[in-house]
């Protein structure tokens, strides 16, 4: 279990490199304020199309707000791991808490974009891989089931306010 978890640390943004080359071009709107980057972009990257840098874009700022809550959530609220860990200064505590799972998280968020953005195969394959993630961090006792279900919830109210921001 304990590769499983490093996997996801090593090499975190493959699944989404994979994710983007199944993007579905009759699923992505363009916007006005995200066209222009987007625009700027294709002409600069010539192997993806502007949907899946679109996607991108997106996955960024999911994946910005994410990070952002999660610090804030974890200095402002500990919540000791199932198995604890020392701490001695203020980032080691924020390490040593357990609310909230960030790894289930972005495993979670790469199962949102491709179920929106890609076809169900690809949707389900992420959605396996969020479950093994998850798995392994109830099982190296990182985590408790609540912090991962909680973070689910979380992630999905982000993924939803930038699905229907932008």
């Not at 916007?31 to 993806?48: E, G, R």
């Not at 972005?106 to 690809?122: A, D, E, I, P, Q």
């Not at 959605?127 to 979380?154: A, P, T």
Request: proline share 4%.
């Amino acid at each position: 279990m304990k590769y499983i978890t490093l996997f996801w640390e090593i090499l975190i943004f493959i699944p989404f490199f994979v994710l983007l080359y199944f993007v579905n071009p009759d699923n992505v709107v363009n916007y006005w304020v995200l066209q222009n980057i987007v625009d700027f972009l294709a002409n600069y990257i010539c192997f993806l199309s502007k949907q899946q840098i679109y996607v991108w874009i997106l996955f960024a700022i999911y994946f910005l707000l994410l990070e952002t809550i999660w610090w804030a959530v974890k200095y402002f609220f500990f919540k000791p791991r199932p198995k604890p860990m020392s701490y001695s200064n203020w980032y080691e505590k924020i390490l040593a808490s357990s609310f909230p799972s960030l790894h289930s998280a972005r495993t979670f968020g790469l199962f949102l974009f491709s179920y929106f953005y890609t076809n169900l195969y690809v949707a389900f394959s992420f959605l396996l891989f969020w479950f093994l993630i998850s798995y392994s961090r109830v099982y190296l006792k990182k985590h408790f089931c609540i912090d991962i279900y909680w973070w689910i919830v979380f992630s999905a109210i982000i993924f939803s306010f930038i699905y229907l921001v932008f």
